[in-house]
């Protein structure tokens, strides 16, 4: 339904993390993913993330969701934004399939955008990687090059900027598509009442990812071993190079060490900033549910926006789910590598690969898992 006419393996060489660009007809004959009036009532629930930026003589004013009325804000320069969009609404999915030429653990969120004319946000750069899918209507995009650039009002906080000096000014219209690095401040501007489809990806920091490390290692009751030495420096007020370079070691040795990064990280990078539409059973299925289901012609389907995940290399059979570690030790050897493979990759199984998947030998323990906490359903 929706396919990406673009040439990816050239894009990830050229552009991906180090240039803008823009892909007229990225999806032809584009049709949009909701309308404006389903994203309008979604914003009404107080689970999703929402917000109304208004355009204003020379700034921007948020109003944050959930919201009951729209005619506040008038019948321009306003824009509704939901964050998100593919945990709460199914029929993103196979839109979002077709970015998935990139690692899902990067995979951000689906952030939708109703505007008026004359909506948008201020010049702004972001830490994160882009893609801007035009729906209906007409928005004008001018893109800058990296570079430093004073703070909106000298605000600290701001993601917004003065301004820039474009490398790209477009406008634009139904299937079209801009993608932005991180780095590259940029502006939107609605021409015409509009629908659009922001593609975020993101990876964590050093800040972060220090932050997983310790809260990991206390957690777990390791990273332990305390620093020694074999000289002291002739001056008791001195830290040596020496001391300074072996505590450095100590610190590597943990991050070298697989029994501690692989497990962090799949447990990092298998969760969501936005929260997700979890609903777990009221009576817990059994074999026998999951079996009559599949006769009945019902398909299994991963919820949205849930990473299912596995390491490369891994010291043990498992996927990260969740920040969860889902153990596949006792399914085959032989069968393993496609199992895992199969259930990383799938969003959504039809009746017959979902019956061909239940007969592989130890397998119904795991869906039944993933059905009880939520993170899959049975659709007929």
Known sequence: MYTL???????????????????????????????????????????????????????????QGPFEDYTQFGDKNWQLLVQALNHWYPDATPFIDAFRFIPDWRFDDLMVSFATKGGGVGAHIDNYDVF????????????????????????????????????????????????????????GQTLTTAMSYSIGFRAPSQQELFSEIADNLIDNNTGLTRFTSHDEPALAGIISQTHQQG????????????????????????QNRFELDICEPEEAYTHQDLLDALTQGASLHRIGGLKVLRVENDISPRLFINGEQIDCSKIEKDNLDSVMSTLTQTLQFDNETSKTLIKTPNISPILLTLLNKGYYYLAL
């Open 132 to 187: 801007i899918v035009q729906g209906e209507g007409k928005r004008q995009w001018t893109v800058g090059n990296k570079g430093n650039y004073a703070k909106k009002n000298n605000s600290i906080t701001t993601p917004l900027i003065e301004g820039f000096d474009p490398i790209i000014d477009v406008v634009l219209e139904k299937g079209d598509m801009l993608y932005i690095p991180p780095g590259f401040p940029h502006q």
């Open 247 to 270: 505590m450095v070691d100590l610190l590597q040795d943990v991050l070298q060490d697989p029994n501690h990064y692989q497990a962090l990280l799949g447990k990092v990078l298998s």
């Open 5 to 63: 006419d673009l040439n990816t393996q050239d894009f990830l060489t050229h552009y991906w993390q180090k240039k803008p660009l823009v892909i007229r007809q990225a999806f032809p004959n584009f049709e949009d993913i909701i309308t404006s009036n389903e994203l309008a009532g979604l914003a009404c629930e107080s689970e999703i993330s929402s917000r109304v930026v208004v355009t204003t003589k020379n700034d921007w004013e948020i109003h």
